[in-house]
């Protein structure tokens, strides 16, 4: 059973940066996307940045521009880039791994508080 494993959540002020990474238990082989969701206080779970094959991305209006997705695939290891961090960016974020068999695979989350 693949395991991923958020780190780099924190505190951080307004206009701050964190970098979030998501580690795979192995390599796998058949990706077909690894992505970034968030939930915050109240609200539902939704898609903050996603990687596809080619190193294609897409991101959530809200975080266009201050956000980056990258991934490094010999570790099969994920990260998000922050920067100029808001309030409304508090949540708890997530990474999630899918298949090309349509598997997909949760970490267990990571807590981003922004705040002064």
């Known amino acids: 059973q693949v395991r991923l494993v958020e780190s780099g959540g924190g505190l951080v002020q307004p206009g701050g940066s964190l970098r979030l990474s998501c580690a795979a238990s192995?390599?796998?082989?058949?990706?077909?996307?690894m992505g970034w969701y968030r939930q915050g206080p109240g609200k539902e779970r939704e898609l903050v940045a996603v990687?596809?094959?080619?190193?294609?991305?897409n991101y959530a209006d809200s975080v266009k521009g201050r956000f980056t997705i990258s991934r490094d695939n010999v570790k099969t290891t994920l990260y998000l880039q922050m920067n100029s961090l808001k309030p409304e960016d508090t949540a708890v974020y997530y990474c999630?791994?899918?298949?090309?068999?349509?598997?997909?695979?949760w970490g267990q989350g990571t807590q981003v508080t922004v705040s002064s």
């Open positions: 192995e390599r796998i082989l058949s990706i077909y996307s």
């Open positions: 990687i596809r094959g080619g190193d294609t991305t």
């Open positions: 999630k791994l899918r298949t090309f068999a349509s598997r997909d695979y």
